[in-house]
């Protein structure tokens, strides 16, 4: 491998100095000073080419050398509003740097650092699923005029690009209710998805009798519902969940209620029912880190979300006491798989005029996606 000392780079452009990009395994051996060194002098080396997002849940050695973090939305708008840089490198998952590429310059170009981080939720409603399940309510009800699909955010382009195509529109954590209120002023019934939790949190907030709900299995035949409760039905839940939220539960509640009894429970609206029903607060956790943050000194804090983000709340609130809501370690699994050493080494191929794993989204998909995103900016 070329010592990174001898590596030069034009103000201009980016100079290739060798023929093949450098293997991942020359990273991997490093130590953690190394890396955070060299991916450091990489990006100075790159200055204002390269634009460095960090999810909220990423670990704190990537988060390190992020120019901008906060929830995966939030990011790709914020790299398409900086045209001026023409490298994204987005540390998250597939389907965020997906949404980025979709909502990006035409100049831009978006890179995962490492293609294997994905998304369980979003792995859980493939795209052949949905149609088989568009073309089943199809053969029950005059589904183009009485249902709207509403996808997360935290999902596969194809399948924004789906919802841009039937009409439907995407959601985030924050803004669902408001989604779900457009969606049912245009149409009787929504086929939410991928995740089940959302949904059914954000209608229960907003007082929709359990008996207007389904779930949408999506293994089963009809979902496994009758063609009478899919009539009836005004939401259909996609059997989809967050293996990160599904873990804290109600028990984890009481224990710390019992142990501190001024404690305020903050959790994700993608847990379970039966946590958001005992929790003080319900949000995003952009709504998560705002609100702890803003908490007058000494208050105690229960969160229940990602570990890495409430382990920086807890460094960054020391005013405070905040919790993990679970005694189980709760990482996004998938997002850890960005690590310093993959980072590293697709900073210093940049450096070395070689562009690894390149996301971008189908022209033709990319086009519905943003469809279905813009309906909901425009909303929002």
């Known amino acids: 491998m070329i010592p990174f000392s001898s590596l030069t780079i034009d103000d201009q452009t980016i100079n290739a100095v060798e023929t093949a990009p450098l293997p991942i395994t020359d990273f991997q051996a490093l130590s953690e000073q190394e890396l955070y060194d060299r991916t450091a002098a990489a990006k100075t080396r790159l200055s204002n080419q390269v634009l460095i997002l960090g999810h909220n849940y990423q670990r704190d050695e990537v988060i390190a050398h992020a120019d901008l973090r906060g929830d995966s939305l939030l990011l790709a708008k914020q790299a398409a509003a900086r045209s001026e840089y023409p490298y994204v490198v987005f540390c998250g998952v597939h389907f965020m740097a997906e949404t980025a590429d979709i909502l990006s310059r035409s100049n831009q170009t978006v890179i995962l650092p490492d293609l294997a981080a994905g998304c369980s939720m979003a792995d859980m409603a493939a795209i052949e699923q949905v149609d088989d ?38 959601c985030t954590s924050s803004n669902a209710r408001a989604i779900m209120e457009w969606a049912w002023s245009r149409r009787e019934k929504i086929l939410f998805f991928p995740d089940e939790h959302l949904g059914r949190n954000t209608a229960n907030a907003m007082g929709l009798p359990r008996d207007a709900m389904i779930v949408w299995d999506p293994f089963l035949p009809n979902g496994g519902n009758s063609e009478k409760a899919i009539r009836r039905a005004r939401l259909i839940l996609w059997k989809g969940h967050c293996s990160v939220h599904q873990m804290f539960q109600p028990e984890h509640v009481a224990y710390f209620r019992k142990r501190y009894p001024e404690i305020q429970i903050i959790v994700h609206p993608e847990c379970h029912e039966d946590v958001v029903k005992l929790a003080d607060l319900v949000g995003s956790t952009e709504f998560i880190i705002r609100t702890v943050s803003q908490a007058p000194p000494g208050t105690i804090w229960g969160v229940g979300t990602e570990l890495n983000l409430v382990n920086r709340l807890k460094r960054e609130q020391h005013d405070k006491q905040v919790f993990f809501l679970s005694p189980m370690v709760c990482r996004c699994a998938t997002m850890y798989r960005i690590d310093a050493a993959h980072l590293c080494w697709t900073m210093e191929n940049l450096v070395h005029g070689h562009i690894v794993n390149q996301i971008r989204v189908p022209d033709d998909e990319k086009t519905m996606a943003k469809l279905a995103l813009e309906r909901m900016m425009a909303l929002s």
């Open 133 to 170: 399940c568009w073309e089943t309510l199809a053969k029950i009800l005059p589904v183009e005029d009485v249902v709207t699909p509403v996808v997360y955010v935290n999902s596969a382009a194809v399948l924004k690009a789906f919802c841009g195509e039937h009409g439907g529109i995407t």
